[in-house]
C-alpha cells in the first residue's frame, strides 16, 4: 500500500503565501505523475496542478503565474508554493500521486486524506 500524508495548510491573509507538502510511503517501486487537487464548498474537486517525473509542470489558468509545483524524487515528496494567495483559493487541497508498487504493477493513483486551506479577505 501507498500513504500520502500532507502539510502545510492552514489560515492565511489576502496576498499570503502558503507550502503544501505531501510525502509517499510504504511499498512503492516508482512514481510518474504528482499533483494538487482542491475542492471547494459546493464546488467540484478541480486539478490545481501537476508535475509529471520528467518535471514537465501544467497549472489551471486561475493559479498560473501565483503557485509553483515541484517534487523531490528521493524523498517521495511534492511541493506547492502557493504565493498571493486569495479568498478564491480557499478549498480543501488533495494531494494526488500514480504510483507502482512493483516493477510489473499497473499505475494506480492514491489521494491524500486532504489539507484544508482558507485564505481571509
Known amino acids: 500500500q501507498v500513504h500520502l500524508v500532507e502539510s502545510g495548510g492552514g489560515l492565511v491573509q489576502a496576498g499570503g503565501s502558503l507550502r503544501l507538502s505531501c510525502v509517499a510511503s510504504g511499498s512503492i517501486f516508482s512514481i510518474s505523475t504528482m499533483g494538487w487537487y482542491r475542492q471547494a464548498p459546493g464546488k467540484q474537486r478541480e486539478l490545481v496542478a501537476v508535475i509529471t517525473d520528467g518535471g514537465t509542470t501544467n497549472y489551471v489558468d486561475s493559479v498560473e503565474g501565483r503557485f509553483a509545483i515541484s517534487r523531490d524524487n528521493v524523498k517521495n515528496t511534492v511541493y506547492l508554493q502557493m504565493n498571493s494567495l486569495k479568498p478564491e483559493d480557499t478549498a480543501v487541497y488533495y494531494c494526488?500521486?500514480?504510483?507502482?508498487?512493483?516493477?510489473?504493477?499497473?499505475?494506480?493513483?492514491?489521494w491524500g486524506q486532504g489539507t484544508q486551506v482558507t485564505v481571509s479577505s
Open positions: 494526488n500521486v500514480k504510483a507502482r508498487r512493483v516493477y510489473y504493477d499497473s499505475w494506480i493513483t492514491y
